[in-house]
């Protein structure tokens, strides 16, 4: 019989011990890819968007980066207004 039936995925993260972080990268990687989305709309290069949040595009790289997942609130507030979008948070 299999051990794991009726088990999920997050379980398995969960014992692991890695569900916290995989979770937040993965958040991350949507940010990014709405990021990604959001400039393609505009046809704004990354090199515009970081001139828009006065600094350099090795950093918004860094800001976008899935597996950097320290971003304050701030930094998402000044993402999207560079944007021309509107920061919503929630909880689920």
């Known amino acids: 019989m299999n051990q794991f039936t009726g088990s999920n995925f997050d379980d398995f993260l969960a ?4 569900l916290d972080e995989v979770t937040a990268r993965a958040y991350k990687r949507l940010l990014a ?10 046809q704004m290069s990354k090199s515009e968007l970081a001139g828009r949040l006065q600094t350099s595009r090795s950093q918004l790289d ?3 980066d899935p597996e950097n997942t320290a971003i ?17 948070v929630r909880f689920a």
């Open 15 to 18: 014992e692991e011990g890695i």
């Open 33 to 42: 890819l709405q990021v990604q989305d959001a400039m393609a709309e505009t």
């Open 62 to 64: 860094r800001l976008l």
């Open 72 to 88: 304050t609130l701030d930094s998402l507030e000044r993402l999207a207004r560079a944007l021309g979008k509107q920061l919503i």
